[in-house]
């Protein structure tokens, strides 16, 4: 019976009507609620939440047509049947134009109090599937758009769409957020070695066992075949950045090892800070990806802080020219001249924009991607803007460094003369 689905509340002020109405659908009912009079069974129906009303007309305190109206006002669709010992045709009239599903007369025909409680049952029961449906397609769409399929973690919309909020929502300088991001070195072998079933299937031990670490206030989202992004907020200095990024390399190394696979190596993680490092969504990216490049080349604990302080030059024994910034990204290109300095200082601008170009060398990212990276919250000329960081840069680097740079990393008019 569909009804047992169901609750009632049932308003009468005869105690004996009470509960002859009690026998009849206590039974037959998931709740069965009473009240005596208009004021308890308002009070009832806020509190309870039933699912069907059945009302006298002559209750104290508030009648049944008033309390109906109510319940309707707040809820145009709850069922509310009217029951009366008046069935003349204004009560009647009354009940219909309050939208009630039903007018009784007293005595009760209990074969037609059923027949209208098995009706209304039986179209709670459809809204209900209709509602189930509808709720389980929201459920299908989100996972579609918001969840990768393979790791069951956010995917990059998602993790975009959050991370844009963060950023533009607190105005707040103690707001504190660190980005993550992690790479799995062993992916590429693993799947050459053992084939990509085993690497889909690591990457989904990967995902779980990072999540089982993960503090409260943390996003984590796949951002590409083998490589995780991680927002976290609220910690308390960077020794608790440290602290998660040693869990994240044991945790990672571990999962690795569960899996009996014979790979050494784990996993490279660059950080960055809001707002230490910068402000702007899409430098922190820019610099925490640097940063796990200098991780993967440079680091011995598999994760490196973004610094945007200086650019330090060395010459190598073979003569080519070692690019380190202590926390940013660590390069080779070819053979340079350098003059004497050793350690060259820059801006925070200044050294963006060779990082930048140095990308544009090395991990073939376009025009826009620099133009994007750099100049997003510019609200100076940006062509003018580079021409006045070209002319710096040239001024501090030896000129045969910055025109190589140039000609090999930003293929574009600022090469000739500015």
Same mark, same amino acid.
């Given at each position: 019976?569909?009804?047992?689905?169901?609750?009632?509340?049932?308003?009468?002020?005869?105690?004996?009507?009470?509960?002859?109405?009690?026998?009849?659908?206590?039974?037959?009912?998931?709740?069965?609620?009473?009240?005596?009079?208009?004021?308890?069974?308002?009070?009832?129906?806020?509190?309870?939440?039933?699912?069907?009303?059945?009302?006298?007309?002559?209750?104290?305190?508030?009648?049944?047509?008033?309390?109906?109206?109510?319940?309707?006002?707040?809820?145009? !669709?709850?069922?509310?049947?009217?029951?009366?010992?008046?069935?003349?045709?204004?009560?009647?009239?009354?009940?219909?134009? $309050?939208? &009630?599903?039903?007018?009784?007369?007293?005595?009760?025909?209990?074969?037609?109090?059923?027949?209208?409680?098995?009706?209304?049952?039986?179209?709670? /029961?459809?809204?209900?599937?209709?509602?189930?449906?509808?709720?389980?397609?929201?459920?299908?769409?989100?996972?579609?758009?918001?969840?990768?399929?393979?790791?069951?973690?956010?995917?990059? $919309?998602?993790?975009?769409?959050?991370?844009?909020?963060?950023?533009?929502?607190?105005?707040?300088?103690?707001?504190? !957020?660190?980005?993550?991001?992690?790479?799995?070195?062993?992916?590429?072998?693993?799947?050459?070695?053992?084939?990509?079933?085993?690497?889909? &299937?690591?990457?989904?031990?990967?995902?779980?066992?990072?999540?089982?670490?993960?503090?409260?206030?943390?996003?984590?989202?796949?951002?590409?075949?083998?490589?995780? $992004?991680?927002?976290?907020?609220?910690? $308390?200095?960077?020794?608790?950045?440290e602290k998660l990024a040693n869990l994240l390399v044991k945790t990672i190394s571990q999962t690795i090892q569960?899996?009996?696979?014979?790979?050494?190596?784990?996993?490279?993680?660059?950080?960055?800070?809001?707002?230490?490092?910068?402000?702007?969504?899409?430098?922190?990216?820019?610099?925490? @990806?640097?940063?796990?490049?200098?991780?993967?080349?440079?680091?011995?604990? /598999?994760?490196?802080?973004?610094?945007?302080?200086?650019?330090?030059?060395?010459?190598?024994?073979?003569?080519?020219?070692?690019?380190?910034?202590p926390d940013l990204f660590w390069h080779k290109t070819y053979q340079q001249l350098l003059t004497n300095k050793?350690?060259?200082?820059?801006?925070?601008?200044?050294?963006?924009?060779?990082?930048?170009?140095?990308?544009?060398?090395?991990?073939?990212?376009? /025009?826009?991607?620099i133009t994007l990276h750099l100049w997003n919250d510019s609200h100076l000329d940006k062509k003018e803007n580079?021409?006045?960081?070209?002319?710096?840069?040239?001024?501090?680097?030896?000129?045969?460094?910055? &025109?190589?740079?140039?000609?090999?990393?930003? @293929?574009?008019?600022? /090469?000739?003369?500015?």
């Amino acid at each position: 019976m569909l009804l047992k689905n169901f609750s009632i509340l049932f308003i009468e002020d005869n105690k004996t009507t009470q509960e002859q109405i009690k026998m009849i659908l206590e039974d037959d009912v998931k709740e069965f609620y009473q009240a005596y009079d208009g004021e308890e069974g308002l009070r009832l129906y806020y509190e309870k939440k039933p699912d069907i009303v059945i009302t006298d007309i002559n209750i104290p305190f508030i009648n049944g047509l008033e309390l109906a109206a109510k319940i309707k006002k707040d809820e145009s !669709l709850k069922p509310v049947i009217i029951m009366s010992a008046h069935d003349d045709r204004n009560t009647i009239l009354d009940s219909v134009n $309050l939208g &009630s599903n039903g007018f009784i007369a007293k005595p009760v025909d209990v074969d037609l109090l059923y027949e209208r409680l098995n009706a209304i049952a039986s179209t709670l /029961h459809q809204e209900s599937l209709k509602k189930h449906s509808t709720e389980t397609k929201m459920q299908e769409l989100y996972q579609l758009a918001y969840v990768d399929p393979l790791t069951q973690v956010k995917n990059m $919309l998602y993790f975009d769409k959050e991370f844009t909020q963060l950023i533009q929502k607190t105005d707040d300088e103690s707001f504190k !957020l660190a980005l993550f991001f992690i790479n799995i070195d062993t992916l590429t072998a693993i799947n050459e070695d053992y084939g990509y079933k085993t690497g889909d &299937s690591l990457l989904q031990s990967l995902a779980k066992n990072i999540l089982k670490i993960l503090p409260a206030n943390s996003l984590l989202a796949r951002k590409n075949e083998d490589e995780f $992004l991680l927002l976290y907020q609220e910690y $308390l200095d960077e020794n608790d950045l440290e602290k998660l990024a040693n869990l994240l390399v044991k945790t990672i190394s571990q999962t690795i090892q569960d899996e009996e696979l014979n790979i050494k190596d784990s996993c490279s993680i660059g950080i960055s800070q809001y707002p230490e490092d910068s402000k702007n969504k899409n430098e922190l990216l820019f610099l925490a @990806k640097n940063a796990m490049y200098n991780a993967k080349k440079a680091s011995q604990k /598999h994760y490196f802080f973004a610094s945007n302080n200086k650019l330090v030059l060395q010459q190598s024994q073979d003569n080519d020219l070692i690019i380190i910034a202590p926390d940013l990204f660590w390069h080779k290109t070819y053979q340079q001249l350098l003059t004497n300095k050793s350690e060259i200082t820059l801006t925070k601008k200044e050294l963006l924009f060779l990082s930048l170009l140095f990308s544009k060398a090395n991990y073939q990212a376009t /025009h826009e991607e620099i133009t994007l990276h750099l100049w997003n919250d510019s609200h100076l000329d940006k062509k003018e803007n580079i021409k006045t960081l070209v002319k710096t840069l040239r001024k501090k680097l030896p000129y045969n460094f910055i &025109s190589n740079i140039f000609s090999i990393g930003y @293929k574009i008019q600022f /090469h000739s003369k500015v």
